[in-house]
């Protein structure tokens, strides 16, 4: 019996007004290129660079971006609260407390039916001292296990050794562990000896004519003078960043994984 293939786009941090623009100018070339079945995408820096509001939540996800995880940002907004208690189309770390709104994993089919796991987890070096993101990872795999073979992990988190490890535990447990966060794409994406897609940092969806998505001039004023500036969003040289995983969707292993950085 022939093998059923699912290919699944990642996209990197969105960062503001540039990030977006990203997504809806060069995300439909892309799609027409590549045969995607389903579209991820981290959405935690869409909104002025911090956070996420609904009405661009709504935006993105009428679009053509079918799930968004996000990361240690989304609570920059406060009216993502009730967002969050109504709306699966977006996740929250799912090892913050079980108390607070949201959820951190959910189950979501592709454009033929195929259902796919994807967990969203945030790191803890250099981060949120919240739970650890190995164990609870492993909670949310037993569950996702149910309903399909085929799981994504999204983690954001600030150190490599951090997301390295991560990727080395959930090998064989787990479809793809993509990092975000830190906005700079990383060239080691590879499948793991256990058929585990990864890849360090799927990089950001913004301005590449600045520092990880901000106007250079304002943060090289801070690192030089120390003194408080507020952060703006670059809008020059617009990139999109991020994976295509390709997967078999009866055994949940990757099969190939493909670096995305294009520009209109």
Not at 23 to 44: F, R, S, T, Y
Not at 70 to 84: C, M, Q, T
Not at 158 to 181: I, M, N, P, Q, Y
């Amino acid at each position: 019996m022939k093998e059923k293939k699912v290919n699944i786009l990642f996209i990197g941090d969105i960062v503001g007004k540039a990030g977006r623009k990203a997504v809806n100018g060069i995300l439909p070339m892309l799609l027409h290129k590549k045969k995607v079945d389903l579209v991820i995408a981290n959405g935690e820096n869409a909104a002025g660079g911090f956070g996420i509001t609904s009405k661009i939540v709504y935006e993105l996800l009428t679009g053509p971006v079918d799930l968004l995880t996000s990361g240690n940002h989304i609570w920059d907004k406060k009216e993502i609260v009730s967002i969050l208690e109504k709306e699966n189309g977006l996740l929250r770390p799912a090892n913050y407390s079980e108390d607070v709104p949201g959820n951190g994993s959910v189950v979501i089919n592709t454009k033929t039916g195929i259902p796919v796991g994807v967990i969203n987890v945030s790191g803890r070096i250099f981060m949120d001292n919240i739970e650890c993101p190995f164990k609870v990872s492993l909670k949310e795999i037993e569950k996702l296990r149910r309903s399909t073979p085929i799981i994504i992990v999204d983690f954001h988190a600030e150190a490599t050794s951090e997301k390295e490890a991560l990727g080395w535990f959930l090998d064989g447990r787990v479809s793809a562990v993509l990092g975000t966060h830190t906005h700079v794409q990383t060239a080691d994406e590879r499948i793991l000896p256990q058929n585990t897609a990864y890849i360090t940092d799927v990089g950001m969806s913004g301005s590449m004519d600045s520092v990880i998505g901000f106007k250079k001039e304002i943060i090289i004023e801070r690192f030089t003078t120390q003194l408080p500036k507020k952060f703006e969003v670059a809008n020059k040289n617009i990139h999109l960043q991020g994976v295509i995983i390709t997967i078999d969707s009866s055994t949940g292993k990757a099969t190939k994984i493909e670096r995305i950085n294009l520009t209109e």
